[in-house]
């Protein structure tokens, strides 16, 4: 029988030669005693979903536009 118990940083895996409920029940206990007595990684804080816009380009003031689209001369 094999027991695996996971954490973030950390994994214990335990195999046993027997195959009754009291040896998993211990299995199970060694596990969780091992896991917390093991330093692990902090979980990362979830980064808020989102986004940005950047843009390089500067809009002209009105008083200086371009008026090249002027065909009337």
Not at 11 to 18: A, K, M, N, S
Not at 50 to 56: E, K, M, N, S
Request: glycine content about 6%; overall charge negative; cysteine-free.
């Amino acid at each position: 029988m094999r027991l695996t118990v996971r954490a973030p940083g950390r994994e214990i895996d335990i195999r046993l030669g027997q195959n009754s409920t009291a040896a998993l029940r211990a299995a199970e206990a060694t596990a969780l005693r091992l896991l917390a007595a093991l330093p692990g990684e902090q979980p990362e804080p979830e980064a808020p979903f989102g986004f940005t816009l950047d843009t390089d380009t500067e809009r002209a003031a009105p008083d200086t536009a371009d008026d090249s689209t002027d065909t009337d001369q």
